[in-house]
């Protein structure tokens, strides 16, 4: 048992407006850091190999960070409703920082993975500890208003990220991809230093289930290291993938039997029983499923069906990015006037599923851009309109005291889903390429699957035209399965009850 002298307090204190907007411009600094780091350092893998050496281990700076940030994002939300959230949130921008500079310093592929965990744990902290506090300084019905805010900054990062990325290493060096984040957390945590101020906290002890915290991350580490290494790395089918499978599902067991049992679990179970909070949640991990398993392999679509090159197949994707900043920032304020929440979150989802559907239906036709343009803008729209709303459905329908737990889960699963749809969406992919290249000897569908257009070009153009067939095929499949874990995640929307918004609460001073 661990003593401590504080707890979460129930209310925070009033903010000035002008407080206010100090806080959420650190607090949207701070999410975007961690937000850009997912995707910022993969154009600057090539330079970072050619330096440090290390090529087949690469795929580990990537891996290293995804990792340590997804299985610390639970872990984080339950020690900031235990003790509070504003140091802990100080503290996590201060090792993202501190190993941000790390990073840039690494003189070896092993230090620079090392220190990505390390970022990667502040990382998981900054996205659960920003969204939550969100929810700490504003009332239940302006929540919907800044979290589409955040949520159009984190579509923003999605895209400036591998932007950034090429740009930074390109005209100065790959480490500038890290030292890019110094004086933005810096900035970042001045703000909220200066003005995010939560109510005193009472006098507590509080017990810390750390076997609970050690079996999740035994449970989610397996699991996203077999969605995201295998078929790459190691087979899909073989001893390592029986290995995490077995491993992971054993560890989720006994964190499932540990939390029952445990004083203050780090998951408290019974929040499953709330019918919001667990449509919620799923729903938002089946959005994510479904946009990753449909866009992953987009881009070697464009390039290899549509004749496209890397550069412009990057900027087909600018209308969902766009569209997805636009509908979230305008959708969450509408929807916070209007109140009600559901209305938003099933308009957004019918658009995701009309959106992959379209995209289904263009990809067995082999249609031209321009119909593609047209349906990634109506998926972009949905996905911002439903992203927010369900953040806030889930938010609102728990307790303050599990509101950091509430909020950890639902990120959780967010990157569960995504992890799953690139894995899903890889199998349908490498699936296709086995069964078209079966007649053509020396062709590994694998590595195509795994090495995109470097591969495809070393081909004879006969087996060329058969993969371009093979990837119009899987991505319509693929686009078919996101659109089917849509019409899902509508069904179970549909089911929602009492998620309207209370009346507004007076403005700041």
Known sequence: MTDVTTSPADFAPDHSRRDLHVILVGL????????????????????????????????????????????????????????????????C??????????????????????????????????MTLTQTTISDVVGPRERLRYQGLFTGAF????????????????????????????????????????GLKLSPVEKRSHQIDWLGAILLTLAAGALLLLFSLAGSVFPRISTTSALLAGGGLIA??????????????MVDLSLFKNGPFTIGTLTTGGMTFAMMCAMVFLPLYLQLVLGMT????????????????????????????????????VGGIILEAAGLGLLAALAHEEAGVVPVLGALAVLGTGMGSAMPNATVIVQNAVPRATLGVATAAMSFLRSLGGALGVAVSGGV??????????????????????????????????AQAQVAEAFRQAIAGSFMIGCGVMCLALLLSLRLKGTELPPPEAKAA
Not at 32 to 40: E, H, R, W
Not at 105 to 122: K, N
Not at 163 to 191: D, E, H
Not at 432 to 451: Q, R, W, Y
């Open 429 to 462: 992919m490498t699936s296709l390429l086995a069964a078209k290249l079966a007649g053509l000897g020396g062709v590994d569908a694998s590595a195509i699957a795994t090495g995109g257009m470097q591969v495809i070009h070393t081909l004879p153009e006969a």
């Open 155 to 194: 579509a923003f990062s999605s895209v400036a990220g591998p932007l950034l990325g090429g740009g930074l290493t390109t005209a100065l060096s790959w480490r500038w991809v890290f030292y890019v984040n110094i004086p933005v957390g810096a900035i970042a945590l001045t703000l909220l230093v200066i």
């Open 252 to 265: 989720l067991a006994l964190f499932i039997w540990q939390e029952k049992r445990a004083a203050e679990p």
């Open 28 to 91: 949207m600094l701070a999410m975007v850091l961690a937000a850009l780091d997912q995707s910022i350092v993969n154009t600057a893998l090539p330079a970072v190999a050619s330096e440090l050496g290390g090529m087949a281990h690469l795929s580990w700076v990537v891996t290293a960070f995804m990792l340590a940030s997804t299985t610390a994002t639970p872990i984080f939300g339950k020690l900031g409703d235990m003790f509070g959230r504003r140091n802990l949130l100080l503290g």
């Open 310 to 345: 890397a550069a412009q197949s990057g900027l087909v994707m600018l209308p969902q990015i766009t569209m997805m900043l636009v509908s979230s920032v305008l959708g969450g304020r509408l929807s916070a006037k209007i109140g009600k929440p559901k209305l938003f979150l």
């Open 93 to 126: 921008i201060t090792l993202f920082i501190a190993a941000s500079a790390l990073c840039g310093l690494a003189q070896s592929l092993e230090e620079l993975i090392a220190f990505r965990l390390l970022q990667g744990i502040g990382g998981g902290g900054l």
